[in-house]
C-alpha cells in the first residue's frame, strides 16, 4: 500500500546536474512516475560542461574522475556506458593511489630560467609530507591552528630555519612553496588555504585509481544518463524563484489532492509536490536562501550553509602553432622568484591576478589535442580574470609566458576562459570545508525539512548536491552520491512501515 502511494507521489528536482539527473534515475527504476526536474539554463549537466576549442574538446568544467576505480560510481556509470580509454578501464590504473599529484612536471622560473629537480624533488616531497599532516587533525580532533593555511606556514617556517643552502637556493625553494600553496587553492576551490578548516580537512576522502578523463567529453555521461529518462522530465530555462513548504496547495487538475510543497518559478508557473529535492550549487544557495526556502530556513541550517566555503576555480585554455614544452610534460609549474609563503603581504590583485596562476596542465595525446595547455586560477584573481576580455587575458598569459621561457616570440593562437563566479546559477566553482565549519555543517544542510521527524508530512524538500556529501564533496561521484541519497530516502520512506521509517531517520 506505502508503495502505490509512493510511486504516485509528486517528486520536484531543482537543478539538472549530476545530482539531481542521479536521482530521477534512481526513482524512476524505482517507479515512481510523477517525476519533474526544473532546470534554470538551458541544458543538463551544471557543472559538468563539455565545448569545443578550435578543433578540440575541452572542459569548462569537471575535468577528471577522481580515484576512477571500483568504489567510485561515476567510474562505474563511464565503464558501463563505454565512455573510457581501455588504460583508464585497466586494473593497473585502479590500483594506482597517487592522491591525483601528477608525475612529469616542469618548473619555470620568473627569471626564465628552470628549476633543477634535485631542488624541486626535495621541496615537493615537503610539501606533500606537510600536507599530510595537515589531514590527521581529523583523527585527533585537535587544531594547532585554525586552517590548512597557517599550519602548513608555520611548519614551512620550522623547517626554513634548518635548511643549510644558500640564500638564492633559500629563496627558490620558498617561491616553490608558494606556487604549491596556489596549487592547493586550485584543488580546494579558495582564494586561501588561510580559509581552509584544519581540523575538518581531512575529512576529503580520496579513492584509489590514477586520475581519468573522457576521450569524448564528460558531458558524454551526462548524454548517457539522460537518456535513462523521459524525454519530457525536464523543463529547461525555468530558473526556481521559491519552494513553498508546510502548507497545503490544491493541484491544479485534482483540485481534491493536496500538496505540502509547492516550487514557484521565475516565470509565474506553479508546480505543487509532495518532495522536492534542492540541488543547486552552495554558492547559488549562499546568495539566495533567505528567498528560496519559504518558510524561511532554520537557523541551523542557515549558520551552515553561510560558514561552509565555496570558492572559485578557473581555467584557461591556450592553444599554440607549437609546443614550446617537452613532449613528455605533463605540468608547467611557473615559479615567481620573489615570493614567499612566509611575508605577509597583501596581493594587489587586479594588477597582478596573473601570479595567482599555479601552471599549466598539458592536454595529452597531442594526437588528441594539438598544443594546448590549460592554466589555472583559483581565488579572488580568478574571479577578478572573469571581468577581463579575452584580449586582456590572452595579452596577460602571453606576456607571461615569455618572461617564464625567455623567448619573445611565444603567441598563443587562441583563447577561451571558464567564468564560473559570474555563472548567476552556480557562483563559483565548488564547496570546501572552510575555518570554523566541520563535518556537522555538512551534515545540518542535508537535514530535510520539516526537522521534526514527527511531523505528518515528512521529506518535503530535500537537500543534495556536491557540496553535502560527507567525504566526497567538490566532486562528481560526491554529487552523484547525494543524489542517490536522497532518492533513497524518499524510497525507503515509502516501503518502510511508518514506524520503521520513523525509527530510521532518526539514526540518520
Ligand atoms: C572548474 C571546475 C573543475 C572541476 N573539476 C572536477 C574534476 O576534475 N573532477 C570532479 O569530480 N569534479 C570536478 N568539479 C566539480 C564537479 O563539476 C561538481 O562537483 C559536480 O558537477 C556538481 O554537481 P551538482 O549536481 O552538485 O551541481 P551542478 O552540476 O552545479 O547542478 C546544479 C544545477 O542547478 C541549476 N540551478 C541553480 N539554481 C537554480 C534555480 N534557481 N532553478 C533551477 N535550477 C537551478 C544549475 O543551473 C545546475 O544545472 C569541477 C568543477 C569546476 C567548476
Ligand atoms: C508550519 O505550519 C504550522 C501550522 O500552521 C506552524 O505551527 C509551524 O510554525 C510552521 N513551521 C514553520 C517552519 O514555519
Redesign the pocket.
Known amino acids: 500500500m506505502d508503495k502505490l502511494q509512493g510511486i504516485d507521489s509528486h517528486i520536484v528536482i531543482?537543478?539538472?546536474?549530476?545530482?539531481?539527473i542521479g536521482a530521477a534515475l534512481k526513482l524512476t527504476k524505482e517507479g515512481f512516475k510523477n517525476i519533474k526536474i526544473?532546470?534554470?539554463?538551458g541544458r543538463s549537466?551544471?557543472?559538468?560542461k563539455t565545448t569545443t576549442f578550435g578543433n578540440v574538446i575541452v572542459e569548462i568544467?569537471?575535468?577528471?574522475?577522481?580515484g576512477p576505480s571500483k568504489a567510485n560510481p561515476?567510474f562505474q556509470l563511464a565503464c558501463e556506458h563505454g565512455l573510457l580509454d581501455s588504460q583508464a578501464m585497466s586494473e593497473e590504473n585502479q590500483a594506482l593511489d597517487v592522491e591525483g599529484h601528477p608525475s612529469f612536471q616542469s618548473f619555470y622560473s620568473s627569471s626564465g630560467n628552470k628549476l633543477t629537480p634535485e631542488l624541486t624533488k626535495s621541496v615537493s616531497q615537503l610539501f606533500l609530507t606537510l600536507l599530510g599532516k595537515s589531514k590527521e587533525f581529523i583523527l585527533t580532533e585537535k587544531e594547532p591552528y585554525p586552517s590548512v593555511g597557517e599550519f602548513l606556514k608555520k611548519e614551512i617556517a620550522k623547517h626554513a630555519v634548518e635548511w643549510k643552502d644558500d640564500a638564492e637556493t633559500k629563496k627558490l625553494k620558498l617561491a616553490l612553496l608558494t606556487m604549491m600553496l596556489k596549487l592547493e587553492c586550485c584543488f580546494s576551490g579558495t582564494h586561501s588555504m588561510d580559509l581552509v578548516g584544519l581540523g575538518a580537512f581531512g575529512g576529503y576522502k580520496t579513492l584509489p585509481g590514477l586520475d581519468c578523463t573522457f576521450p569524448g567529453g564528460y558531458e558524454g555521461l551526462i548524454d548517457a544518463m539522460m537518456k535513462g529518462l523521459p524525454e519530457s522530465i525536464v523543463s529547461y530555462n525555468?530558473?526556481?524563484k521559491c519552494v513553498h513548504w508546510n502548507w497545503s496547495f490544491r493541484g491544479a487538475n485534482s483540485p481534491e489532492q493536496t500538496f505540502p510543497v509547492m516550487v514557484e518559478c521565475e516565470n509565474g508557473e506553479t508546480v505543487p509536490a509532495n518532495h522536492v529535492i534542492v540541488?543547486?550549487?552552495l554558492g547559488?544557495l549562499k546568495e539566495h536562501y533567505e528567498t528560496?526556502i519559504n518558510p524561511s530556513l532554520p537557523l541551523s541550517k542557515v549558520h551552515s550553509i553561510q560558514r561552509m566555503g565555496f570558492g572559485t576555480?578557473?581555467?584557461i585554455f591556450l592553444e599554440f602553432e607549437e609546443p614550446f614544452w617537452e613532449p613528455d610534460c605533463e605540468v608547467i609549474n611557473l615559479i615567481w622568484e620573489d615570493e614567499t609563503p612566509l611575508a605577509d603581504v597583501k596581493p594587489d590583485v587586479n594588477q597582478f591576478w596573473m601570479k595567482k596562476i599555479f601552471g599549466f596542465t598539458v592536454l595529452h595525446p597531442p594526437e588528441r589535442y594539438g598544443h594546448v595547455l590549460c592554466g589555472w586560477i583559483a581565488g579572488h584573481e580568478s574571479e577578478y580574470m572573469e571581468t577581463l576580455s579575452d584580449t586582456e587575458v590572452k595579452n596577460s598569459m602571453t606576456e607571461v609566458i615569455r618572461k617564464f621561457t625567455g623567448n619573445p616570440s611565444i603567441t598563443p593562437k587562441r583563447i577561451l576562459q571558464?567564468k564560473?563566479h559570474s555563472d548567476p546559477?552556480?557562483k563559483g566553482?565548488?564547496s570546501y570545508v572552510a575555518v570554523g565549519c566541520s563535518g556537522s555543517d555538512i551534515e545540518n544542510i542535508v537535514q530535510p525539512l520539516p526537522l521534526q521527524e514527527t511531523d505528518t508530512k515528512p521529506l518535503q524538500v530535500l537537500f543534495a548536491?556536491?557540496a553535502t556529501h560527507q567525504s566526497f564533496y567538490?566532486?562528481?561521484?560526491?554529487?552523484l552520491l547525494?543524489?542517490w541519497r536522497e532518492a533513497d530516502r524518499l524510497i525507503t520512506h515509502y516501503t518502510q512501515s511508518p514506524l520503521i521509517s520513523q525509527n530510521f531517520s532518526s539514526k540518520l
Open positions: 531543482i537543478g539538472c546536474g549530476m545530482s539531481g526544473i532546470e534554470a539554463t549537466g551544471g557543472r559538468i568544467g569537471a575535468n577528471w574522475i577522481h561515476v525555468n530558473p526556481v540541488t543547486v550549487p547559488y528560496l576555480n578557473n581555467k571558464s564560473w546559477y552556480t566553482s565548488y548536491g556536491e567538490s566532486t562528481t561521484h560526491g554529487a547525494s543524489g
